[in-house]
């Protein structure tokens, strides 16, 4: 797993954080505007927080935590809870958004 998640990074710095090293947050949020299918120049607050809780539930989805539900009349994708996620502690939730981010770009044919 520690070398996809290595290509992830190395995808992310090349084509979005000039070279820097991402933080997940930011990885959350360029999934979620993948996921909206929209760009825009400026989201607020709100809406950034909305998009890294849509790449949550899309890369979550796999695992049977969200189901989508419905895109709503300004286009942003909805998702139902279907179960918790078990409790873990940090390293491990943070384990579990890797994998499912390397899955989710593998599927996408970008890593």
Same mark, same amino acid.
């Given at each position: 797993?520690? @070398?996809?998640?290595?290509?992830?990074?190395?995808?992310?710095?090349?084509?979005?954080?000039?070279?820097?090293?991402?933080?997940?947050?930011?990885?959350?949020?360029?999934?979620?505007?993948?996921?909206?299918?929209?760009?825009?120049?400026?989201?607020?607050?709100?809406?950034?927080?909305?998009?890294?809780?849509?790449?949550?539930?899309?890369?979550?989805?796999?695992?049977?935590?969200?189901?989508?539900?419905?895109?709503?009349?300004?286009?942003?994708?909805?998702?139902?809870? +279907?179960?918790?996620?078990?409790?873990?502690?940090?390293? @491990?939730? @943070?384990?579990? +958004?890797?994998?499912?981010?390397?899955?989710?770009?593998?599927?996408?044919? +970008? +890593?």
């Amino acid at each position: 797993m520690e @070398e996809k998640w290595n290509k992830v990074l190395d995808f992310f710095k090349q084509n979005f954080t000039d070279g820097e090293e991402p933080e997940m947050d930011v990885i959350l949020f360029l999934i979620g505007i993948q996921e909206l299918g929209k760009v825009q120049k400026n989201f607020s607050k709100d809406q950034k927080v909305n998009l890294m809780h849509i790449a949550t539930c899309k890369l979550l989805e796999p695992y049977g935590y969200y189901q989508f539900e419905k895109i709503d009349a300004e286009g942003w994708p909805h998702y139902k809870k +279907i179960k918790n996620i078990p409790v873990k502690n940090s390293e @491990e939730q @943070e384990k579990l +958004i890797q994998q499912a981010i390397i899955n989710y770009l593998e599927k996408q044919q +970008i +890593i």
